[in-house]
């Protein structure tokens, strides 16, 4: 590869260290230098050096006020013998039970469904308005269909004759009624994406296996489900990690209410973070968050044999 | 297509099933704009109708602060002001500057990444990924005191700085891509003199504008939705983003008589620039968002 003209042996005796230097560095170091350069700034103070110092905090306690005090492992002692960090997990782990099932379950379903009736473009527009909604209209949204008194779905729930519910102003409705907010919001987004999924699958797969008698249940769990599953697998894994980490529809609705129903861990880190100034506190129950997130991660990966496909 | 023949009778029950769904999505949009276009003072009355009662574009004039505070109050309103014109050229400001600088920054690292011969090349490539496994919280905490530190609380400054030199999704995005196109293009251009930089402005940039126009699309709808970052830094109206205002009309209504109208109407108003992004370009939309499941 011609890349620089051929040097003459003057050069090439003038500067061996140079030519050495280079070759250590690479051969296009200078110009991949500017190339990087600023995306590399970016990542080495806002992702490399928070991270860092984010463990750092996490020894301290820190109000922003007064200097930081180092205080060695005592924040995570607190954290993990504390009820409220378990209560929060506790919050959170249902929520995603709640949340995650379902919403897979049903993008499956309505993924095949679309798939095997219309390629219409417009219909799979149609399913992803709510995901391109901000979470914060969602939460609204939500928060006057459920009204009591006024709400749609709550004055059509009276007519039928059940009584109006509380939905997100009880303990034992407002985590449902806050899955039932994001499920609303990411049902399409998930199915949009194993509609891609089941594109990518050979139709004479199907053909073949409808010749031999297969029948639709036969096809959906020995063909449909097993080369679907490196977009089930990422699917999945996306959704939990962000329904873990279930923010911005609970501060629309619930704010961790009522009596701490729906204080999920981030809604608890906010408010240690922002609201009490407990930064030390609050960053060693993110980094709990992250070690708990790694650790599932990983697990499904193992298990769920994400990164090879069957196809 | 022998098995589309053979499944027949359950059409009908099939586009049944879709039909709910797709009403299960709607429906809620609907009655945002159905109470968005209703009096304030018949919101106690329309109920489960599915029409406004008189349709009105006063709580779209309200919330838009084209009424005084006295109005509004009287209409059942808040005293508060409420601008949402300012919280629009907010979020268009918060949007733009993230996805142009991003998506150019990232392109450039991205390419190098690619292409590109240099030490560490493939550490600096894993240590971009990595920031892709780290929960936003962790480093909400540092960086929002670092841009205290900075004196950059409620600016633009503070607002956009942790996204708008590196996307760790873009970089990864992109390079895919990059990793894609024939060497042999480049090195024709090279060999004919052109530096690195020609090479990717008048090059790799033009004839990568689909996957480019898939990220800026990705990232456009992603940051005029945020709503975490700017909410910890961005309280101040002067810089509020739609999300951020809208949250804060909601606290700012009286105890238990929420101006339900003008959320609704402050709701509408955020999500009608994403029903023209779906009007004018659904495919691509829809195309994009199906192409960002397959990492």
Not at chain 1, 113 to 136: D, F, G, K, Q, T
């Amino acid at each position: 590869m011609p890349q620089a003209p051929i040097p003459t042996s003057a050069q090439i005796s003038v500067q061996p260290r140079r030519r050495r230097l280079k070759s250590w560095l690479g051969q296009d170091f200078t110009p991949a230098l500017t190339f990087v350069l600023p995306a590399t700034i970016g990542f080495a103070v806002f992702y490399l050096y928070p991270a860092i110092r984010a463990l750092l905090i996490s020894f301290t306690d820190w109000n922003l006020l007064t200097p930081p005090q180092y205080v060695g492992a005592s924040n995570y002692q607190t954290a993990l013998s504390s009820s409220s960090f378990w209560h929060s997990m506790e919050v959170t782990a249902l929520y995603v039970l709640y949340n995650i099932p379902i919403q897979t379950i049903l993008a499956l379903l309505l993924a095949v469904l679309v798939h095997r009736i219309s390629r219409s473009v417009w219909i799979r527009a149609l399913l992803l308005v709510p995901y391109l909604l901000s979470s914060v209209v969602a939460g609204l949204l939500w928060l006057w269909i459920l009204n009591p008194e006024l709400g749609f779905l709550n004055i059509l729930i009276a007519h039928l004759g059940f009584g109006s519910q509380p939905f997100f102003g009880s303990t034992q409705q407002a985590l449902p009624s806050v899955a039932l907010t994001n499920i609303w919001q990411y049902l399409g987004f998930n199915a949009i994406l194993f509609y891609a999924g089941l594109q990518s699958i050979p139709n004479e797969v199907y053909e073949a296996a409808a010749i031999d008698g297969a029948g639709e249940w036969t096809l959906f769990r020995r063909i449909t489900l097993p080369l679907l599953r490196p977009v089930l697998v990422f699917v999945l894994v996306t959704s939990i990690i962000g329904s873990f980490q279930v923010f911005s529809t609970i501060v629309v609705t619930t704010q961790g209410g009522p009596a701490d129903a729906t204080r999920v861990i981030v809604w608890d880190i906010y408010q240690n973070a922002f609201q009490f100034l407990k930064m030390g506190y609050a960053s060693a129950l993110s980094i709990l968050l992250f070690v708990v997130l790694l650790i599932f991660t990983i697990l499904q990966m193992r298990f769920l044999r994400g990164g090879e496909s069957d196809l | 297509m022998t098995h589309h023949r053979r499944f027949q009778p359950g059409r009908v029950l099939a586009w049944a099933v879709l039909l709910f769904f797709m009403l299960f999505s709607l429906l809620p949009i609907w009655i945002m704009f159905k109470t968005a276009l209703t009096y304030p003072k018949d919101v106690f009355t329309s109920g489960t109708s599915l029409l406004p009662a008189g349709t009105t574009l006063l709580n779209f004039e309200r919330v838009l602060g084209l009424l005084s505070a006295h109005e509004n109050y009287i209409l059942g309103g808040t005293e508060a002001s409420i601008n949402f014109a300012l919280a629009l050229r907010n979020t268009v400001i918060y949007t733009g500057l993230i996805v142009i600088f991003q998506t150019l920054f990232s392109a450039m690292a991205a390419y190098a990444i690619a292409r590109l011969r240099f030490i560490g090349r493939n550490l600096l490539f894993y240590m971009f990924l990595s920031a892709l496994m780290i929960p936003q919280i962790v480093l909400f905490i540092p960086n929002f005191i670092l841009i205290r530190e900075l004196g950059w609380l409620n600016t633009f400054a503070g607002l956009v700085a942790p996204s708008i030199l590196f996307g760790p999704f873009s970089v990864f995005f992109l390079r895919q891509f990059f990793l894609q196109i024939p060497k042999e293009l480049e090195e024709s251009a090279r060999i004919d003199g052109a530096s690195f930089f020609t090479v990717f402005w008048r090059l790799i940039l033009p004839i990568s504008w689909p996957p480019l126009a898939t990220l800026i699309l990705l990232n456009s709808i992603q940051m005029w939705n945020d709503f975490f970052w700017p909410f910890l830094v961005g309280r101040n109206s002067h810089v509020q983003v739609l999300s951020v205002a809208l949250q804060f009309f909601q606290t700012q209504t009286p105890e238990g008589i929420p101006d339900w109208t003008g959320l609704m109407a402050g709701a509408a108003l955020a999500s009608i620039p994403v029903f023209l992004l779906l009007l004018f370009l659904g495919r691509r939309v829809v195309q994009s968002i199906q192409f960002s499941g397959f990492k």
